[in-house]
């Protein structure tokens, strides 16, 4: 009774706790935001009692949807279903996009704020969480010689690294696109999830893979130069004199071409195909996800492609991936072309859907299965 | 010229890119925001054309401020001077904070979005990023046999961690609060550049830091027992049986009471009261900030601490910290009353500021200090 009696003023004190604003910060979370049904559709929940009009805007629906408030200022929708996958989406108040404020997994960006939702698979994706060996995902700081600044490169190290400090392994630098960051390929591609399960089915090579930030501005974001976006010059510089560097000294590599391989979507496509190509003693592997190149821009960009191409097939392996839906599959196509008349070898993965992460973890997936194979 | 034709076309490809929606999102960024002056005040900037009021909310100002709207849609407003710190604060847009778009600092938590301002010092803070050895900060994944999932763990591991395979270190398992999530200490707490700076100058023991997700419920969001908020009973079990056998099995640790602590703010200041002092066996530091305790459930908490008050007299540190002007101030005065009514040993730290994660970085950076020392 006298315990009961304690918990019962614990309780009170709770109470007080929770509404008085200490932290100041909202009480606490009264809603789920997303909520996932059996049947794979998703409610969606927002309590917004100041709004005439919440809408949503997702990546496995076209367009945007009206959420409908009820009289507490709780506003709510169910969409889908959904194909199984990792979607982004955001509530839209005012014409902005936020965050759902109830959803830890978050999409880090410069630009957008948007919100993920996981649809599980009946049996689990190549990015699902499961019971197998876990990698180690670091984030570390080196110094930018180029950049003159402290800056971030997010590694992924794999199961057994650890437990075996004589072995080496190769590297896959692993490039965000435009206004993503450092983050973008571990919390929305999932790159450590995809390596463990592949790597536990015997799919991948154990291999270390480096995030950069590719994003040549400060990184604080308090900088004004960030009208120039395509920085490739700059960023390959970095990654040659800094992050590689970087990397060998502080990680057990096998440091020579044949175990080194770059990857990167949109921007970092972009940037994958300067750096890859324009230093073929680098890099033995090159894969450009949804690469932003354009035709009229190909010979200025890879010059060396166009001075010596028999150089470009001593690549192992050189692959443009590109969904068939996306703003630049045209682009794709007509890089793999220019590829094609001056001989040069190339792979293409080549799937549906459009410039998303949703496929960009596909893409990963596709390419890990080939990288560092003899 | 041939060149500059290139460049040419390929600027006008780039500005074809950035106007097509292949990403599904808006156009580039534009605005600069926030923007910290050298005077110390802050401009902040949002473009939002169809709000009819914009506010916001910042832990450097009292109240909330409107913004003002200009003929192009873009709001803004100019704070401060404010001290050197690092301050969350978000836009009010019909009554829901949100995140600053255009700001890549977030602040990780389940319930509200913040962003992040850094206002820096003439000379670096114990917090700043500095040109000293920089330890590892690691995503990892357990499996927790109390709650039945795999659930994230974020570690730090000192400069010279990697480079002494034969060196064992202490370990120091700080817990986030309500809300918050295993991010919180490090991208707002600044847990791995506080101990950096402070090893680097000699001031705190090259030590491990684990920072669990401590939030019982399962943490993709999508559970709906949020309402039970206290689980420490159940974050101790897992703490006990599943998160000190991981580090332990993964980490050169020094795995005995001596070199064990165990801290947290607000919920988790009330986990590490209730987790440290219910096993006295297993750690000699217990260091408390703005612990989440009411004098009236003092007895039916901390049972062992009326039981055998000598017990906690062989604690090497028990600390409890707060701010002067933190909801919780007076529970914190009224704890430490009841300890000394005990004659149990203890120690306090209580500066001005409220319940604050500026004040965090305060609380650790003391009692960092003190750990592990002789």
Chains 1, 2 share one sequence.
């Not at 005012?94 to 959803?103: E, T």
């Not at 894969?287 to 470009?312: I, K, R, S, T």
């Not at 443009?320 to 045209?330: A, F, N, P, R, W």
């Not at 007509?334 to 998303?356: C, N, V, W």
Request: aromatic share 12%; with cysteine.
């Amino acid at each position: 009774m006298k315990r009961l009696l304690f918990t019962g003023f614990l309780f009170l004190g709770i109470i007080v706790f929770i509404q008085t604003p200490v932290v100041g910060q909202p009480p606490l979370p009264d809603l789920v935001s997303p909520e996932v049904h059996p049947d794979k559709t998703v409610t969606f929940r927002l309590r917004l009692p100041d709004a005439e009009e919440v809408k949503i805007y997702t990546q496995f629906t076209e367009g945007e949807h009206a959420l409908t408030g009820d009289t507490s200022g709780v506003w709510s929708v169910t969409l889908g279903p959904a194909e199984p996958d990792i979607y982004p989406y955001a509530f839209i108040v005012d014409g902005v996009r936020i965050m759902d404020p109830n959803n830890r997994l978050y999409f880090p960006n410069e630009h957008f704020k948007h919100s993920l939702v996981e649809i599980p698979a009946d049996t689990p994706q190549v990015h699902s969480v499961q019971e197998v060996p876990h990698g180690v995902v670091s984030y570390r700081y080196y110094s930018s010689e180029t950049l003159d600044t402290t800056r971030p490169l997010v590694i992924y190290t794999p199961p057994g690294y650890e437990q075996n400090p004589s072995k080496k392994y190769p590297v896959l630098y692993l490039i965000h696109g435009m206004t993503d960051t450092e983050e973008t390929w571990f919390k929305v591609g999932r790159a450590n999830f995809i390596l463990d399960n592949l790597i536990a089915r015997g799919e991948a090579e154990p291999m270390i893979i480096v995030m950069p930030y590719a994003n040549t501005y400060s990184y604080d974001g308090t900088t004004a130069d960030r009208g120039e976006v395509l920085q490739t010059a700059l960023f390959t510089r970095d990654m040659v004199r800094s992050i590689i560097p970087f990397v060998e000294e502080n990680y057990r590599t096998l440091p020579d071409k044949e175990h080194r391989a770059i990857a990167g979507f949109s921007l970092g496509g972009r940037h994958t195909l300067a750096t890859g190509l324009s230093h073929p003693g680098l890099f033995d592997w090159v894969c450009a996800y949804a690469p932003a190149v354009w035709p009229e821009g190909f010979e200025a960009d890879f010059e060396n492609l166009y001075a010596d191409p028999a150089l470009l097939n001593e690549l192992k392996l050189l692959s443009v991936s590109c969904g068939k839906e996306d703003g630049l599959y045209k682009s794709a196509q007509e890089f793999t072309k220019a590829l094609e008349m001056r001989s040069i070898d190339y792979q293409t993965f080549f799937p549906s859907g459009g410039h998303t992460w949703m496929n960009c973890k596909k893409f990963l997936a596709e390419s890990a299965s080939k990288l560092f194979q003899e």
